[in-house]
């Protein structure tokens, strides 16, 4: 089986696990693991930011943040294709009590008219905006890359008035490596980052939030309400040193497979891409119209997991667990399959 399903499908190598199994640990709730410290302390320096805080899930990453940023009634301006909108189980509005304002480009991107379109005005009867967030890369719009002018526009307009960003960094990795840009430049603007160990990084579990020391005590507090206290937590910790220090810079063969599946299916009946839209590790493309279900149950019979991201949209995502000869040929069925539905 060809899994193409997402990035998060990897599993832990021998030499991770045997570095987890190695991983010096202590009770994380008082504060005295110190394989999480230093993982905390790695990605706060590699995201320029004075602190961090390990959380199991790049959910609970975004949601700490924006209960950390905001009050309940507080309005939240996020992309319409963003994930904090579409795939955290409405935790934005139940847990924090915010309500979320999309927007949205139609090539899937925010920009600075948009969100200035979008902040209310301060009138008492309005709800207030208290917080951006961004996604990079845009896993709905294909792994797209944020180009950096449009952050930059709409970090002037949040200073302009006064408000916090936010960034879902959950592969802001893949941004680093296919723009050959630090992460720390791709989160300079943002008050607080997410960022995952677990999708290209192919750690079993884990995501770290960054930001200033007083916002990272904040969320420390509600991460311990929601649930998020972990004892010696450093054995998953350990697995995500391990991650950052061996897999960011082959994130480029992800990206380089991805383009190879894009190509290799581009001009096949029925199939709707543009290789030039991949930039990273995410092909998403367009199929006869209403057949993706019945595409990706066809696709699994023949060896080759994808899953729907829409009534006529299939998503394909390399990874370390997936090399170029099984892309090749997973491109090959997908051809051939998606044309004997056209
Ligand atoms: C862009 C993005 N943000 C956040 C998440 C949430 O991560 P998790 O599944 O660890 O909660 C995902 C998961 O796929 C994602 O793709």
Known sequence: MIDLRSDTVTRPSAAMLQAMTAAEVGDDVFGEDPTVRKLEETVAGLL?????????????GNQLAVRAHTNPGDEVIVGRSCHVFNYESGAASALSGVQLHPVERPDGFMDADLVRDAIRHGYYWETPTRLICLENTVNKTGGRIVPPELTSAIKLVAD??????????????????????????????FASVNVCLSKGLGAPLGSVLAGSRSFIQRAHRFR???????????????AGLFALEHNIDRLDDDHANARLLAEGICESRGVAIDPDTVDTNIVMFGVPKNK???????????????????????????????????????????????????
């Open 48 to 60: 320029g930011k004075e602190a961090a805080l390990f959380v199991p899930t790049g959910t609970m």
């Open 160 to 189: 302009e008035h006064g408000l916090a960003m936010h960034l879902d960094g959950a592969r802001l990795w893949n941004a680093a490596v296919a723009s050959d840009t630090p992460p720390q430049t791709l989160a300079a603007p």
């Open 224 to 238: 311990k309400m929601y649930g998020g206290g972990m004892r010696q937590v450093g054995v998953v910790a350990a």
């Open 292 to 342: 993706a279900l019945e595409l990706v149950a066809a696709l699994d019979a023949e060896g080759v997991r994808v899953v729907p991201f829409g009534p006529s949209t299939i998503r394909a995502t390399t990874h370390l667990d997936v090399n170029q000869h099984e892309v090749e040929r997973a491109a090959e069925v997908i051809s051939k399959t998606v044309a004997a539905f056209a």
